[in-house]
Nanobody
């Protein structure tokens, strides 16, 4: 089990950028696939991006491709989501999550076993 704490959310104008961070506890972080998801009230949690344990495979939702970049620093037990060209429709609570031995199924939230509390991202038009 790993504890995850997101930070970096906030209010930004459309076209702006934000960098989300997710700090993890525990020595097993470097073995986990890490994902970012987002959720708007009344809607299902939506996949954004994922990165495997060594960064060898990275996956993006179509909505994130070309605008968001996921990365990780295993020495610091942290995963990042750099978001650029933000749009009002990116407004959501963003969650990071950890999974074991997850690759092509990284898009699916049900395979993640630990979740952070989320950080709010609001993009104004």
């Amino acid at each position: 089990q790993v504890q995850l704490v997101e930070s970096g959310g906030g209010l930004v104008q459309a076209g702006g950028s934000l960098r989300l961070s997710c700090a993890a506890s525990g020595r097993a972080f470097s073995s986990y696939t890490m994902g970012w998801f987002r959720q708007v009230p009344g809607k299902e949690r939506e996949f954004v991006a994922a990165i495997t344990w060594n960064g060898g495979s990275i996956y993006y939702a179509d909505s994130a491709k070309g605008r968001f970049t996921i990365s990780r620093d295993n020495a610091k037990n942290t995963v990042f989501l750099q978001m650029t060209s933000l749009k009002p429709e990116d407004t959501a609570v963003y969650y990071c999550a950890a999974a074991t031995n997850l690759y092509s199924r990284s898009y699916y939230s049900r395979y993640y076993h630990d979740w952070g509390q989320g950080t709010q991202v609001t993009v104004s038009s």
